[in-house]
Structure formats: structure tokens, C-alpha cells
């Protein structure tokens, strides 16, 4: 079964981005980010697949 919240590193792994560029995305609003709490950047798993479908993000 699949986590239901990533991390930067897990996300840049999947899409073979390196994590600076996540975090430049997170601080531009380019990407959607969950948040539990002020220090923790987490990605929802279905809210990414949905945002690489409607952006078209090519995925390596």
C-alpha cells in the first residue's frame, strides 16, 4: 500500500527532480503542499498525481 503523504526527498525521487528544486516550487506556490505543521513540507499523493495530470508535467 501506498503513503499517503510524501516528503521532498521521496517526491524528488518519483520525479526525478532534485529537492532545491521542490523547494523553489513549495516557496512559488507552483505545487501543491500540505503542511501539519510550520516546519514540515509533506505532499499529498493524490493531489500530486492530479496536479502532474492537469499541468502535463512529463514525468522522466
Do not use: C
Not at 521521496?10 to 521542490?22: F, I, Q
Not at 501539519?36 to 493531489?47: G, L, N
Amino acid at each position: 500500500m501506498q503513503r499517503k503523504y510524501l516528503s521532498v526527498q521521496e517526491l524528488a525521487k518519483e520525479l526525478n527532480l532534485a529537492e532545491s528544486t521542490l523547494y523553489h516550487w513549495v516557496k512559488r506556490g507552483k505545487v501543491p503542499v500540505h503542511r501539519p505543521d510550520a516546519k514540515t513540507i509533506m505532499f499529498d499523493r493524490q493531489r500530486i498525481e492530479n496536479w502532474l495530470r492537469e499541468n502535463k508535467v512529463r514525468m522522466k
